[in-house]
């Protein structure tokens, strides 16, 4: 017998997992009005603050001017635009690719590029924390889905043998894990690949922007840049746009072009996105996202700092995702309810977020907020969470 939907809600409810929106008012910025009162957010992954920028608003409100407020369709018919091929070009020379793909999402991108590049007969090898956008793209494929420990890279080693000879072999992890905060060994990964003459895609949402001395990411701060066979980023993030790009060969991107089915149906990115996305590449690049990524990294490690001398955990994080582990559902709630109360926005990670007894509150860290902010909600954090028991 089926459960009524209502039924299923309730269900939902009684295990303290029902979640639900929270409206903010004006722009994603370190301080935002939530609920009619100002609060830090803590919770945001515009890392550089790149979101309010006057340089990403002025391209978009300008190219919206001159080239309208939409594509009109898919690129394959009639929506590619100019600024759709100056974006993948920019793209491609920030990764040092000989081409790049724009998507509409990075969740279009991930089971885009898995369904294409793989199918019934291949094998894909999945970090077993990846993003839930890659395990999708993997079910779609067909493909025979090899999920390894979390940078397990012995483990997948011995897994990659005993699937030797059965197709082709896509090694796929996120950079940056984006409950975790921790980094992918990529350069095990990529001696790997060569082993097993495999293809090696890396999801570097959390990573690109952020990473490295140029802000090309977790493969540019492992030194491993050109290794890489795919590279997924997104917009959206660190970047303050909205989208995503595919860096990769010209061939892999003709292949996409032609089997991927999320950028064969659907209607492209309009114009005032990719002008967006164009500004932000530019200016990460700059000294000003030097100095932005210098600055995320200082009030990264103040943070965390303070969170681990309180005798909080927060793993194995070495990125400005910095979660604070809970344990259940239940406590990890209202610790984040009693964290709004005072002024505080973080949101609470459950089950099927992250597995079941490992909730927690995943912290962000952004460029612009302020050592007094961070400070102070550490210290917040630190009396709440002895009220609670964390610890």
Request: net charge neutral; aromatic share 6%.
């Amino acid at each position: 017998m089926h459960l009524s939907i209502r039924d299923e809600l309730e269900q939902i409810r009684s295990r303290g997992l029902f979640r639900s929106t929270r409206l903010i008012q004006g722009r994603q910025s370190a301080r935002v009005e939530l609920d009619g009162r100002e609060v830090l957010l803590l919770c945001s992954n515009n890392y550089l603050g790149l979101a309010e920028h006057p340089a990403l608003t002025e391209a978009s409100v300008s190219a919206t001017e001159r080239y309208g407020t939409s594509s009109g369709a898919s690129r394959l018919v009639s929506g590619t635009m100019a600024l759709h091929e100056l974006l993948e070009a920019a793209v491609a020379g920030f990764k040092g690719t000989a081409a790049a793909l724009a998507f509409n999402s990075g969740y279009a991108a991930n089971t885009g590029v898995i369904s294409a590049l793989v199918g019934k007969g291949d094998v894909i090898f999945s970090d077993r924390l990846n993003h839930a956008s890659i395990i999708d793209g993997a079910l779609l494929s067909g493909a025979k889905l090899v999920r390894y420990p979390h940078n397990d890279t012995t483990a997948l080693a011995a897994l990659m043998e005993k699937q030797r000879g059965k197709g082709r072999c896509l090694i796929v992890t996120d950079g940056v894990f984006s409950m975790d905060g921790d980094l992918a060994l990529l350069g095990e990964l990529a001696a790997l690949k060569t082993r097993h003459d495999a293809l090696l895609m890396v999801d570097d949402a959390h990573g690109c922007g952020v990473l490295g001395e140029g802000g090309r990411g977790s493969a540019e701060y492992l030194g491993v840049l050109s290794d890489i066979d795919i590279h997924v980023g997104t917009f959206g993030k660190a970047l303050g746009s909205f989208g995503a790009y595919v860096a990769l060969s010209s061939e892999l991107r003709d292949l996409l072009v032609n089997r991927a089915r999320s950028f064969i149906f659907s209607t492209s990115l309009p114009p005032s996105v990719l002008a967006a996305s164009l500004a932000a590449l530019k200016l990460v690049q700059s000294p000003e996202g030097d100095f932005l990524r210098k600055q995320l990294a200082a009030n990264t490690a103040l943070f965390r700092g303070l969170l681990r001398d309180a005798g909080f955990s927060t793993g194995d994080s070495s990125t400005q995702i910095v979660p604070i582990l809970t344990g259940e559902a239940e406590p990890t709630m209202r610790f984040s309810e009693q964290l709004l109360s005072e002024g505080f926005f973080v949101q609470g990670i459950r089950p099927p977020t992250v597995p079941a007894g490992a909730c927690r509150l995943r912290c962000t860290v952004m460029a612009t907020h302020t050592t007094a902010d961070l400070t102070r909600a550490a210290e917040r954090m630190a009396a709440v969470g002895r009220n609670l028991g964390v610890i």
